[in-house]
């Protein structure tokens, strides 16, 4: 039983690696859009928004962090555990570590409720 929490803790603490140190989807700041509608890279620019908090246009889906202060495509939330920004690059490596971080409290939980009647069983046989 305790020989398998290492493995989840490992997995779990690369996850966090992945989403710590992994790009949100950060966006360079575009202050002009004169005869830059499409530019070599296929990406239409033509109904960008101006933010106002950073000085740069943005496509709708990305809203500038203030946390952050960077653009980031697909916004969701800044990570207090992470300290990032999660965006649409690191939403897949994000959702892993929550559900690894879940599986490792509740076996924590186990662990401990386990050796907990596993202690009171012996003390009563003394």
């Known amino acids: 039983m305790v020989a398998t ?3 989840i803790m490992g997995i779990t603490l690369i996850a966090l690696f992945f989403v710590s140190c992994c790009d949100p989807g950060l966006l360079e700041r575009v202050e002009s ?5 499409e530019v ?3 990406v ?3 109904r960008w928004i101006w933010n106002d908090q950073v000085g740069s ?14 653009i980031i495509e697909t916004y969701d ?4 555990w992470t300290g990032t920004g999660i965006g ?5 490596a994000f959702k892993f570590f929550v559900v690894f971080i879940n599986i490792l409290c509740y076996y924590s939980i186990g662990i401990v409720v386990f050796f907990s009647f596993k202690t009171a069983e012996l003390a009563k046989g003394l």
């Open 44 to 46: 239409d620019r033509s």
């Open 40 to 42: 070599g890279d296929g």
């Open 77 to 80: 939330h800044v990570c207090p």
């Open 88 to 92: 649409r690059r690191n939403m897949p």
């Open 5 to 7: 929490y290492f493995p």
């Open 33 to 37: 859009l004169e005869g830059d509608v």
């Open 57 to 70: 246009y943005r496509p709708n889906g990305a809203v500038y962090c203030r946390e952050c202060k960077v």
